[in-house]
């Protein structure tokens, strides 16, 4: 059996690590190139490999299964090695026969530990996770050979599991370094690479132009720093209809919005508690509350819409949406009031259902005189673009942008971002209506954060 540096240093002999000038699929310079699936031809390292892996199992493991292709011969070695059941993901659904995903025997409830050769955004894991935990596997451990420092370990730990690498590519090259495999040129440009494209070190991440906006209205400025700092646009639109199911919604993703959006007024069995638990929440997760009231009226009705009665809105929610249908009049009325609670202000001035009135004589015609209130701190839209500093929030956003039966419209986060210049994503169905929520909302995550909005 080889200790760690000798495993190493066999790597570069037999070629799965080289150090040069790379042109990568992203069409960056690379000063190293990894690929492990060379092992294979060199039984021995793959036997010492093995060795690495063997302490690092826990107790607890049931199953191997190896992340295809790369990682299945690793994951065959140890599953020798160990003594330990072997399982395997298949990359597609057999065609005919059994149609199976998962080949080898297994229980419903197994833990397994799941192995990947080299880790960088963790895509492919997650692929496998999702597909292992459908068939009512656990993944209870995963082990990488490799991390590139690209920010997947980090990404699967804060989805929960329990990640390890046996090395980081800046062990890696240390350990080269020490034992003289490389000198210190290739070394500094290798950990300056691994800087320059590391997404874990927040420092390096430069925020995206139209999340600079900075507001004078004291809750866009809140929800602009929230955004920033959780790296997340997204508002979950919270549309359940018992205390219950929101909080425990709430609770599973609270870390992953900037706000939550509710429709106060289809909830079963609220009572004035609810208020008090639905603050702790959105203070302890850090996110902020919308109430979709979308208030229409007459300036002294919206009054006492916003402030009366057993929801009491104005006493706890950040923001409110308001339709401007009710003229100038109305809003005026409302940044009159002289309260020391007033939620900030979102006019709907383009509506995302089929067939809505909202055209383009009426959003001009909302455009005139809403931003001569400071309450007003953007708007809810679709293709409308807002002056400077206002903010954009869109609805209609699903990542199977697939219309439902009653009307909705629905577009993807790349297009809400890229083609409609949204600064923040408002989902309802996509996220509260998924198996699982949180796995659900890291989709979109990934999917907002692959689209360079809060700087690569
Ligand atoms: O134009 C609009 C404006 C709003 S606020 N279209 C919308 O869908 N909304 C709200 O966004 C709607 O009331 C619902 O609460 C949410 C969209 O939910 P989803 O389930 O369709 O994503």
């Not at 390292?45 to 690092?56: A, P």
């Not at 496998?128 to 050979?145: D, F, H, N, P, Y």
């Not at 959006?261 to 929440?281: G, Q, R, V, W």
Request: glycine share 6%; hydrophobic share 40%; net charge neutral.
């Amino acid at each position: 059996m080889k200790n760690s540096a000798n495993f190493l240093k066999t790597l570069v002999d037999i070629e799965c690590v080289k150090f040069g000038d790379f042109a990568l699929k992203s069409g960056k310079q690379s000063p190293i190139y990894i690929d492990l699936r060379n092992i294979v031809s060199h039984p021995s390292t793959l036997t010492d490999l093995s060795y690495l892996f063997k302490d690092k199992i826990s107790n607890s493991i049931q199953r191997i299964c190896g992340v295809p292709y790369a990682a299945l011969p690793i994951a065959t070695v140890v599953s020798i090695q160990t003594g330990l059941p072997m399982i395997i993901k298949r990359k597609e659904v057999k065609k005919y026969g059994t149609k199976k995903i998962v080949e080898g025997e297994y229980n419903v409830g197994d833990k397994v530990l799941l192995i990947e050769d080299v880790i960088t955004s963790g895509e492919s894991l997650i692929e496998t996770i999702k597909e292992l935990e459908s068939e009512g596997l656990l993944i209870a451990q995963i082990i990488v050979v490799l991390d590139r420092e690209q920010g997947g370990v980090k990404r699967l730990i804060d989805k929960g599991y329990r990640v390890e690498s046996l090395f980081s590519i800046s062990s890696l090259v240390e350990l080269l370094y020490k034992e003289r495999k490389i000198d210190n040129v290739i070394y500094r440009n290798v950990l300056h690479f691994i800087q320059q494209n590391s997404i874990i070190d927040s420092p390096l991440i430069k925020p995206k132009k139209y999340l600079q906006k900075t507001h004078s209205n004291k809750t866009a400025e809140r929800l602009l720093g929230i955004a920033h700092r959780k790296k997340s646009n997204l508002i979950a639109s919270i549309d359940l209809i018992t205390t219950k199911d929101i909080i425990g919604l709430l609770n599973e993703i609270g870390n992953d919005i900037c706000a939550a959006k509710l429709h106060i007024d289809i909830i079963s069995d609220f009572t004035p508690s609810f208020i008090d638990e639905l603050l702790i929440i959105a203070k302890r997760f850090d996110f902020l509350l919308i109430e979709d009231r979308k208030f229409a009226d007459i300036g002294n009705t919206q009054l006492l819409q916003l402030s009366k009665g057993m929801y009491a809105i104005s006493s706890w929610a950040d923001m409110v949406t308001i339709h401007l249908i009710a003229g100038e009049s109305a809003l005026k009325a409302l940044q009159d009031w002289d309260s020391e609670k007033k939620p900030a202000l979102i006019p709907v001035i383009e509506m995302s259902s089929s067939g809505a009135l909202t055209d383009q004589d009426y959003i001009e015609k909302c455009k005139k005189f809403m931003y001569n209130y400071t309450d007003v701190i953007g708007a809810v839209c679709q293709t409308a673009e807002l002056n400077e500093g206002f903010l954009k929030f869109t609805p209609g956003v699903n990542l199977e942008s697939k219309n439902d039966d009653k009307g909705q419209n629905y577009n993807s986060p790349k297009y809400a971002i890229e083609e409609l210049h949204s600064d923040f994503l408002i989902i309802g169905r996509g996220i509260y209506s998924a198996n699982d929520p949180k796995n659900e909302i890291g989709k979109y995550l990934f999917a907002i954060r692959e689209l360079d909005f809060f700087g690569a």
